[in-house]
């Protein structure tokens, strides 16, 4: 219906309309875990035949949205539609790679990397999400690979065989996939080096953190950085691009909680998934400290960085408020009484 | 602890005029996907003929406190799932901040879990709207997601916020009130 570019061809896989002969293949290929991926029973007894097979096929072709047939070495593998919403700027996303030999082996984030393409630069979309049933840990990784982020988990979201499953939400914005544009693992398409700090690195740390807004205190001069290095477990990592120093990211460990602190990336060189990288790192960093969860602290007013920690995971805790004592400071003497 | 109660009756077709003045009021509608100004009475006409002949699943209700029509709100179910979305809007600005909204959401959770029967009820908020949160929090909602520059009011992307409230929490809701 609204198929306006017919054919996509990428590196294994071919996007092309439904022909004849796509119903009989797929049900040839059936399995009782494609239904369970749909969130469909594992265990039901019969198999779809070709008719019911067309009829499913036929409600896609008059669903409204975009769609393809799937195509590998000259075989219909699979299925894919991309519903765009009323405000037509957003796009729901599904997809079946129906054939189990072509599971497991980056078909499906082949076809998320070329689907994507088509959403932001054919169709101009501003985003793009899908929902998943939260055991689909292939589908999962799939859409991460390709770009996509957890938004959300939809606890007990619908029932299969008898026990209540979670969905999950995902989604991937234009300009997060620009950022991630031709490199199908996700790597900035620029060159970063993620690196240690070394001692050399410090103005051009602190001229990156004012250039971020961030304050400045006593932990920062180059003697207590050096110093908590060398006498705490953490790590400093740097990510360097085009010769200058332009994220940062520091870590700490305290009774198996990491802590990232000075996350900042230079305000020339954001959207470009460096602070994502450099969170990546952190963590596998804390991991690899003993660590078993990541915290940060965060100002509220800051929400584009609420909003990139969100979309990596991390949650906010209601309960917990920061209260502090400021010590030694009495010069304003303004409760001490003389 | 005495709760503020409210009744949730038909919508007819004399609100409608009283709808299309709170929806195009911006205070009103700030924290909804409504853009005020955009209303017609021939709109809400089309609207109230749609949802008197929708899925009879599908619940709209006007929300009556101390005799005055204030708001309205609505369930949405699944087409094939156990679950439905809420809607709400207190129109009448001078009921605000009495709890009206919170009684509703609590009689629509009453009727979504012991009369229809349903596993879970959810909604999406924009988080700017902190009373909004702090009330459904309050009647035991959750946050489950965070959808970023997931709609588009008056050509600016806002994130929007997931909440939900399952049957079984809300049971146990029941058993400690009581």
Redesign the interface.
């Known amino acids: 219906m609204q198929q306006s570019v017919t054919t996509i061809q990428g590196d294994r896989v071919l996007f092309r309309p439904f022909q004849e002969g796509d119903a009989e293949e797929s049900a040839r290929v059936w399995t009782p875990e494609l239904r369970y991926m749909y969130g469909g029973s594992r265990t039901a007894p019969g198999r779809p035949t070709g008719a019911q097979r067309r009829r499913g096929k036929e409600q896609i072709m008059t669903s409204g949205e975009h769609h393809f047939a799937i195509e590998a070495d000259g075989r219909y593998i699979g299925w894919l539609g991309l519903r765009v919403n009323d405000?037509e700027?957003?796009g729901s996303y599904r997809i079946g790679i129906e054939n189990p030999e072509y599971w497991g082996r980056g078909y499906g984030t082949e076809v998320a990397g070329l689907m994507l393409r088509y959403a932001f630069e054919t169709l101009g979309l501003?985003?793009v999400?899908l929902k998943a049933a939260a055991y689909n840990l292939r589908g999962r990784r799939c859409y991460e690979k390709a770009g996509f982020r957890v938004?959300?988990?939809?606890?007990?979201?619908?029932?299969v065989d008898g026990e209540?499953q979670d969905d999950v939400?995902m989604?991937i914005?234009k300009v997060e996939w620009e950022a991630r544009r031709g490199d199908p693992l996700g790597r900035p398409t620029d060159d970063v080096t993620i690196r240690s700090y070394r001692q050399t690195d410090h103005p051009a740390a602190v001229a990156l953190w004012e250039a971020s807004d961030l304050h400045l205190g006593g932990n920062d001069t180059p003697e207590m950085i050096a110093w908590k290095l060398s006498t705490q477990p953490g790590f400093f990592l740097v990510a360097e691009m085009d010769g200058k120093i332009v994220g940062t990211v520091i870590g700490s460990l305290e009774r198996g909680w990491g802590w990232v602190q000075r996350l900042a990336v230079h305000p020339d060189y954001r959207r470009r998934g460096i602070a994502r990288r450099l969170m990546q790192e952190a963590e596998e960093a804390h991991a690899a400290l003993g660590a078993y969860r990541t915290c940060l602290l965060t100002h509220r007013e800051n929400e584009a960085a609420q909003?990139l920690y969100?979309?990596h995971g991390y949650e906010t805790w209601d309960k917990v408020i920061v209260m502090s004592r400021e010590l030694g400071a009495s010069e304003e003497g303004e409760c001490c009484g003389d | 602890m005495s709760e503020t109660r409210v009744t949730l009756g038909p919508i007819t077709e004399e609100y409608l005029p009283q709808y299309v003045v709170w929806l195009n009021d911006p205070e009103v509608v700030q924290f909804t996907t409504v853009c005020a100004g955009t209303i017609t009475s021939e709109g809400e006409r089309e609207w109230f003929a749609r949802i008197s002949a929708a899925d009879p699943r599908e619940r709209h209700w006007a929300i009556v406190a101390e005799g005055r029509h204030v708001g309205s709100c609505a369930l949405m179910p699944h087409p094939t799932q156990a679950q439905a979305s809420f809607g709400i809007i207190i129109g009448d600005k001078s009921a605000w901040g009495k709890g009206y909204g919170a009684a509703a959401l609590r009689e629509v959770l009453r009727i979504a879990f012991a009369e229809m029967d349903l596993h879970r009820v959810h909604l999406t908020i924009f988080p700017e709207n902190e009373r909004g949160r702090r009330c459904y929090a309050r009647c035991g909602l959750r946050q489950e997601g965070y959808l970023r520059e997931s709609f588009c009011k008056e050509g600016t992307w806002l994130d929007q916020i997931a909440m939900a409230i399952l049957r079984e929490e809300w049971e146990a809701q029941q058993c400690s009130s009581q």
């Open positions: 405000d700027q957003s501003h985003r999400h938004e959300g988990i939809l606890r007990q979201s619908f029932q209540w939400l989604a914005l909003a969100r979309g």
